[in-house]
């Protein structure tokens, strides 16, 4: 048995423990660092004023501990923990343009974690550019009735918004 025959087991081995401590680095180095994801949608592509988030914490922190901030403003009541080091919400009330969504510590100033995030009008635009004009409104000869506001919108027989077509 030749001598690289021989050592190709152990060689195996050797690279299997070298990535597994590779790997478990990373996944600590994680669970370090507080993040901040938006669910609902992608950061830059809000529309609403609404967000679903979630918030992860870092080892030895509890959601009990924490305080969300909106632009500054405390949010913290509508979050929900789904376990110890995480909880999900609906924050509302983002102003049209950007904002920043910060997590901390409640007994301290120290910010874990901080995300921009961009709202747009409900109506958009949120990915092409401004809406198309003239924009012919004609949601009453369509039997849709009289639009609610000045973008044109009309509430379905269904509940839902719709934008008249023209």
Not at 69 to 81: A, I, Q
Not at 136 to 146: F, H, K, N, R
């Amino acid at each position: 048995m030749s001598i690289a025959r021989f050592m190709r087991k152990p060689l195996r081995h050797a690279l299997a423990i070298l990535s597994l401590i590779c790997v478990s680095d990373i996944a600590f180095a994680k669970a370090d660092e507080a993040e901040i994801t938006v669910l609902s949608s992608r950061p830059d592509a809000i529309s609403g004023g609404d967000a679903v988030i979630e918030v992860r914490l870092p080892n030895g922190v509890s959601t009990q501990q924490i305080v969300l901030l909106r632009n500054g403003v405390d949010v913290t009541d509508v979050m929900v923990p789904t376990n110890a080091t995480t909880a999900r919400g609906l924050v509302g009330g983002l102003p049209v343009g950007e904002s920043v969504l910060s997590v901390g510590l409640r007994n301290s100033k120290r910010n874990l974690a901080s995300l921009q995030v961009s709202n747009y009008p409900i109506y958009g635009p949120v990915f092409a550019g401004p809406h198309q004009r003239p924009w012919i409104c004609e949601t009453v000869a369509s039997g849709l009735g009289a639009p609610q506001d000045e973008q044109r919108l009309v509430l379905s027989d269904k509940g839902k918004y719709l934008r008249a077509a023209s």
